[in-house]
């Protein structure tokens, strides 16, 4: 049974940092695409930022310059380091992961994932 926990959300001012954790168990973090998605209030849910096998990154537009995507294969794990938060970053932070076997990711705009965790709450204030 695959399972993605999240930790390391929480309240930051504006222009501070913050770094998110997905821990998986029944999966492996080297054998296919994972990301991270949010979903702020009254809005869909929408890709951050992806990374597959190779480490080939792809992010959102809104977020490109600020936030790192990275994993630790050996502690099964992803991250998602967040610098320099805007107010506009307040959501819910799901990591998230595709079915074994499928490297490739989909496109960020689509949620084409098989896996997803409970999610974190990241708030930014002004």
């Known amino acids: 049974q695959v399972q993605l926990v999240e930790s390391g959300g929480g309240s930051v001012q504006a222009g501070g940092s913050l770094r998110l954790s997905c821990t998986a168990s029944g999966y492996s973090t080297r054998d296919s695409c994972m990301g991270w998605f949010r979903q702020a209030p009254g809005k869909e849910r929408e890709g951050v930022a992806l990374?597959?096998?190779?480490?080939?990154?792809t992010y959102a537009d809104s977020v490109k310059g600020r936030f790192t995507i990275s994993k630790d294969n050996a502690k099964n794990t992803l991250y998602l380091q967040m610098n320099s938060l805007k107010p506009e970053d307040t959501a819910i932070y799901y990591c998230?992961?595709?079915?074994?076997?499928?490297?490739?990711?989909?496109?960020?705009?689509?949620?084409?994932?098989?896996?997803w965790g409970q999610g974190t709450q990241v708030t930014v204030s002004s």
């Open positions: 998230a992961a595709r079915s074994p076997g499928f490297a490739a990711c989909p496109p960020i705009s689509s949620r084409g994932l098989n896996y």
């Open positions: 990374i597959n096998p190779i480490d080939r990154t």
